[in-house]
Structure formats: C-alpha cells, structure tokens
C-alpha cells in the first residue's frame, strides 16, 4: 500500500465524526492567502491516512462566499495532497436526478457574482491554467465504481452551475439554469475546482441531490432539504469508507496543467511569489 498521505477531502462537517474514522491530529496551517476554514484534520481509516477540510469551518459558521477557498486548497497543497474529493449538496435541475441521487459532474458553470477569490495567481505574477477539463477522469470514474459496489444510486457526467448563494434561486432564475443544460445547482464547487487545478491537483466532486431546487410545482422546505440531507450524509460515508482505501490502493499519475502556467517573466517575481510557486508547481 502506497503510505504516502495524498488524499484530501473538503466536505461537511460531519465527515470527520464518521464510525470507523480515527482523527489522528490536526494542523493549523497559515497560508500566504490567510487562514483555511478550519484547521486541517489528518484522520486515518484503518491503515489510510488522508486529510480533510470542513468547508464551511467545524461549527458551519462560513457562508459559500465566505469560504477561503485560496487557503483550503493552498493548505492542502502544502500537506502534499495529490487528489482532493469534494463532497457538497445540490439541487437537481433533471427529473431524472431525483433526491438522494448521488451526481459526479465533469463540467462547472461560474454563475458567482465576483466576490470570491478565484485564482492563486495576481499581484505581479500572471498566469492562466486551462479549466477545459476541471474534474479528473480517473477519479471520477473510481467515485463511480465505489457508488455501485456501496448501492448508492449515482449518475456519472453533467454540469454542475455554481451560484452566489446564499439564498435559493427564484423560479426564472432556476429556468434559466435548466435552459443552460445544466443538471445540478450548487454554491461551493467554485472556485473550489479550478484553484485545484491551478495547484496541480485531481480533482473531483461528489454532488449529492437534496431536493428539485425551485422548478418543480412543490415547492421543497428547508426542513424537507435538511432531512435528505441527513440521509445523503450516511450513504456519502459509506462510500468513503470504502473510496479512500481503494484509492490509496490504486493512486495513479496524471499531468498537471499547471507545469507552464506563469506568464511573468522570473526575474519580476519577488520571494513571495517564488514561495506560493515551490508549493503550487511541486
């Protein structure tokens, strides 16, 4: 087994509270792009070490556009994480992916308004990384597989449109998205997913389905979201229970887009910007 602790996960709070899980420590990790949502937790399921953010900080006291995305990501980089799963509930904009359904998208559509910070590059160092392709083909396909074996039901592929949040989308606003073809809704995986990519690292996103958002005639309550909530949460376990060891077992190599990435010739980049590169280009 490949002992080498490269796994991260960003998702709900509860993920480290799940039986089977042993914390193991936590590291509070300062980055040039301040502080990540909470410290970063090394847990260990059996013999696997990995490392888990929860998104919205232990106590959920971060709204989406609150979230420092830049640190979460940059912290794990740091601790050497080669793949990140990122778990995070969804409205579904398909009939056919109804409550519970677990959805793996391969696409993103940025419908955020500006508020977030959405790139490790600025400040005197220029650089562009394509987001063609933001979710990774072997991990996702490995999601999949584990999905079927645990009994989750799961749809694999689909664009995943990232609001501003925090509210819920209006009924035009929620037609609009379902014209744009987009199957899922959400308010997290962006920027979440192209600053992974910006930092060389796979990634990709377990969506779970909490409710129809808006379009369909009944209107779903906060207090009927919560309740599937709770019950995408115990299916998501099961397949990380399962997910992380299997992953450790068949790690693989993949080409970070990142490698030709800086546009600003070296002799204009200061010591800082030399220090966020030694770690995003590792």
Partial sequence: MNSKKEIGVIGGSGVYKIEGIEIVKEH??????GRPSSAVIEAK??????????????????????????????????LGVKYIISASAVGSLKEELPPTTFVLPDQFIDWTKGLRKRSFFGSG?????????????????????????????????????????????SKA?????????????GMTNVPEAYLAKEAGIA???????????????????VEE???????NNEFVKKVLLKLIPHLSNEKFDFNPENQNAVMT?????????????????S
């Fill in 28 to 33: 509070e990790i300062s980055t040039p792009f």
């Fill in 45 to 78: 399921i059996k013999d696997v070490t990995f490392f888990f953010i929860p998104r919205h900080g232990k106590l959920h006291t971060y709204l989406p556009s609150e979230v420092n995305y830049q640190a979460n990501i940059f912290a794990l980089k740091t």
């Fill in 125 to 169: 160092m220029v650089g562009h990384v394509s987001t063609a392709l933001p979710v990774n083909g072997t991990l996702q396909e490995m999601i999949a597989k584990i999905c079927k074996e645990v009994g989750v039901k799961y749809s694999k592929g689909g664009s995943y449109i990232c609001i501003e949040g925090p509210q819920f989308s």
């Fill in 173 to 185: 606003e929620s037609a609009i998205y379902r014209g744009f073809g987009a199957s899922v809704i």
């Fill in 203 to 221: 990634y990709a996103t377990i969506a779970m389905v909490t409710d129809y958002d808006c379009w369909k005639e009944h209107h779903c309550s």
């Fill in 225 to 231: 979201v919560m309740h599937t909530m709770k019950t």
């Fill in 265 to 281: 010739d070296p002799k204009m980049l200061n010591s800082e910007h030399k220090k966020i590169l030694e770690i995003l280009l």
